[in-house]
């Protein structure tokens, strides 16, 4: 089984995209991803440590209604 390794901000939009998410739009304070009528926020670091990103992940999964596993996450 793969372990969760940190991602890159950019990659990370990439496969939010893949998973459905519109944007990024540019927000007052963070830009943000649209699914359907929820909005998630982006932070603007370079790179997102493995705690952020399972916790983004975690957000993105209350947000689409599935749980995302790593091997998944990687394929994106």
């Given at each position: 089984m793969s372990r969760w390794t940190p991602c890159k901000r950019r990659d990370f939009i990439r496969r939010l995209g893949k998973l459905g998410f519109d944007g990024p739009y540019s927000g007052t304070?963070?830009?943000?991803m649209i699914y359907?009528?929820?909005?998630?926020?982006?932070?603007?670091?370079?790179?997102?440590?493995?705690?952020q990103l399972r916790m983004?992940?975690?957000?993105?999964?209350e947000i689409i209604g599935r749980e995302i596993t790593v091997d998944e996450w990687n394929k994106l």
């Open positions: 304070r963070h830009q943000f359907e009528q929820h909005r998630l926020a982006i932070p603007s670091n370079a790179e997102y440590s493995v705690p983004m992940i975690r957000e993105v999964e």
